[in-house]
């Protein structure tokens, strides 16, 4: 519980109204009088307005929406309500102490600081730092390093050598280090390119549920600092991502490609191989990337757009014919620029 | 091995012919004598008739066409088949009890009646329903409530806190209840929206393997009873899915999307966020869903055609020309009617 | 360390220059004096040419190319490549020997040879062949059947009855033979077709990490001897794949689709299913494949084109409006053919 006078104290802002006391965050329509709620998007006035939320974060432009309530007036409603919510919800800390059932390799290095899951395996020569949650059933293979405060959720698997920094989050069911696809075809069958690399995440990045990032086949697959990727997303093989880029849901990247800093990449994208793609690149969700994308702060976006299927039916059979279509078009341009000069 | 008028005894339907014992179903090109095979599709008809199964499940209207042949006539084959071979292969029941490496923290409640597999993990508090099926390898989190009968394959986590319903099925590799994705962006890096809901997933619902469903951010993400969920699927964070709705392999549902319910939604398809689809509305494979479906019973299907190479290269080059050739339409028909009205 | 005639004598071609030692296989702009590097893609002459690696894999026709470096010329150099980085960094062999946390039914059978890691557990009647791995918190279920040499990564599921043949590897968080997507409607809600066949995997085939293979619904899914497939893929059931193909990642494979040999799938690929892909069909990364391939040998691509956000809103409406602009072109054919007639 923080009153908001106490909350404006941790996080900045100006309180008005009542001090009153908060017990959690809510989103406007559900908010009870003992939560804070915000308005970021205009959209939704009507919904704060009509709030039982004890108090509203709120922008200086919007305050004068909310003349009878109690306010937290700030630059920036939607970061600011995040940072309160952490207040209520801080980060989880380390349970220092080592599962019975937990099998750590003599040679690997954990900190008494550590906490160790039920069924978790630790191989030869990992070296963790301080701190560091390992949950249940979750393996890291030998002469890997981790970072300070690093935390890998229940079922992580981290393949052998691979470095993750300070304070980087896995999710459950996420590959770190799985073998690139990497293949020679000899004139009758695939020779599989060992893949001798490795991966290493920076700091404070976090990976989702179900992803898999491949080690390298001669160097390392690299993903800088602060950079957040979502649930079921591929990784190929010596992809350099930047810092502070992120990385929406089921999107795969081919190998050897290169993504700037402070991209925005949406849901279920895919790219060609060998390409580079500038800082602040936004991709919409679902693009497929076929070149690079040179120039910095770029918005691409192409995807078929949606029909009723009869529509889509009824125009999509002429893409085959957009060729010839141009083409007639071209024919019909000669032709009457013909009968005009013709007049 | 159940004869025919036992099958018919317990399922219903008409036989004809000889009261043959069946001891399993098979596709009718594969079917032998002591097998029961179906139509549904009358694609399959000459299939069928030369079948060698021992008996026929058809559709009245059909049943003429194997007059020499032992039948069960029923309204729905296909179901009927699903049903007939459920009698053969009955769900797996429970074989109480707890496997030696199983960790249970003393404040769980886990009945007598369930089975948990070798090194499974169950948190503090959690609560488990009658006859579950803990397998392998699985861990299910602190403060999680399990309905009779459910059933965890191997390697599944859940997370802490969610809820699900009694006869839930999850294939192995799921992961229920990871954080959303949800960031607010400082200026120069991330902030992490604490995802302070849970999931909670209804009666009957069945998800497949390495299927993300994350939890809420401030709400709960729910999926509605009897909702079938297939393989490496994403459901972002609060997301709202009906009852009885079925979802294809490799779709991704953007965040806060409501679908309905009785919806069938195709492989490979993603949507954007905080969207609604009405009940009833079918989604081909593949299909970039952009904005909400309002209308009931609709069908959208949306993917670029498929081509050769060549074909696709020569044409679809001219999609980036699709205004200018509107355009350039427009002015040949200006042009048209001028030199008609001069005539 | 191995010298270049060293390496000649095991893999065949011609060396020149000086028998320098080398000790690893390094990408051009990084390699130094004690790797080798090689020259497949003409683009790398010049990285090549400015490399300071001791010597370089090369074909014939380009050795010419670098007439004071020590050289090993040979018919395709990227394959050989390959093979020499394989013999820096041999096949992992199993460590025999059974972890005390892995858990192994007494009616399994597995072989001295083989390495069990930890939190393993093999089901009952499962058979292992010579020298497999079965890496940590790995799950084989009841009456699977491994070939020779094995490889089961971290974290992989494979469902009871499964067949793998011999050296097949799995990557973690793979699961081979959960349940197909086969339901029935009953007018209400959706009867579970029961899942009654297994997998069968050749020799040799290779899976990525979190790739899900689906066991059949009354016969077995099954993938062909040499076939390699990458991470994140879904094969749904009765798909049957022939022998050395190579699947990209994010590829869903529909039920009942059959593929053949020597095809080359790219990444995010979608198939409808009960459809034939022939022998040797190329398939561009992203393409929806809506129908069967029947020619042996095409290559099919077909993506909307990469544009950035104006262009691809500009043009991207018109694509509702195809079959209107063609019937526009038609009727401005028709009357410019009268006009012409009059003149």
């Not at 432009?61 to 007036?73: E, G, M, S, T």
């Not at 970061?79 to 019975?100: S, T």
């Not at 995440?201 to 990976?207: F, Y």
Request: hydrophobic share 40%; aromatic share 6%; glycine share 10%.
């Amino acid at each position: 519980m923080f009153t908001l006078s106490q909350i404006v104290e941790k996080l900045g802002g100006q309180w008005r109204g009542d001090d009153v006391a908060i017990r959690a965050v809510a989103p406007a329509a559900k908010a009870q009088s003992h939560e804070i709620t915000f308005l970021a998007n205009p959209k939704y006035k009507q919904d704060v307005h009509d709030s039982a939320a004890g108090a509203i974060i709120v922008a200086e432009k919007n305050a004068d929406l909310f003349p009878q309530r109690n306010l937290i007036v700030v630059a920036d409603p939607y970061l600011y309500f995040a940072q309160v919510a952490r207040l209520f919800y801080p980060i989880v800390a380390a349970k220092a102490g080592v599962h019975p059932t937990a099998v750590i390799e003599p040679s690997a290095t954990v900190p008494a600081s550590c906490e160790i899951g039920a069924h978790v395996y630790i191989g030869a020569n990992a070296v963790l730092g301080e701190r560091c949650r390992i949950l249940a059933n979750t393996v890291v293979e030998h002469d890997c390093v981790l970072g300070d405060e690093t935390v890998l959720h229940p079922n992580v698997t981290i393949y052998h050598g691979c470095k993750l920094g300070k304070r980087v989050e896995i999710h459950s069911g996420s590959v770190i280090g799985a073998d690139g696809f990497g293949l020679a075809f000899t004139g009758k069958d695939w020779f599989k390119i060992p893949q001798t690399g490795a991966v290493h995440l920076g700091d404070d990045v976090e990976v989702g549920a179900n992803t898999t990032i491949d080690r390298g086949a001669m160097s390392d697959t690299v993903v800088g600092k602060g950079t957040k990727i979502d649930n079921l997303i591929q990784l190929a093989h010596n992809c350099q991502v930047g810092e502070h880029t992120v990385i929406a849901a089921m999107t795969g990247i081919s190998g050897s490609t290169k993504i700037g800093s402070y991209c925005v990449i949406g849901g279920g994208v895919g790219t060609v191989g060998h390409i580079e793609i500038a800082d602040k690149t936004h991709i919409g969700g679902g693009t497929n990337i076929t070149h690079s994308v040179n120039e910095s702060g770029q918005h691409i976006a192409s995807i078929f757009p949606m029909l009723p299927y009869k529509e889509w039916a009824r125009n999509a059979v002429h893409i085959k014919n957009l060729n010839e279509m141009h083409k007639r078009i071209k024919e019909l341009e000669k032709q009457i620029a013909e009968l005009n000069s013709e007049k």
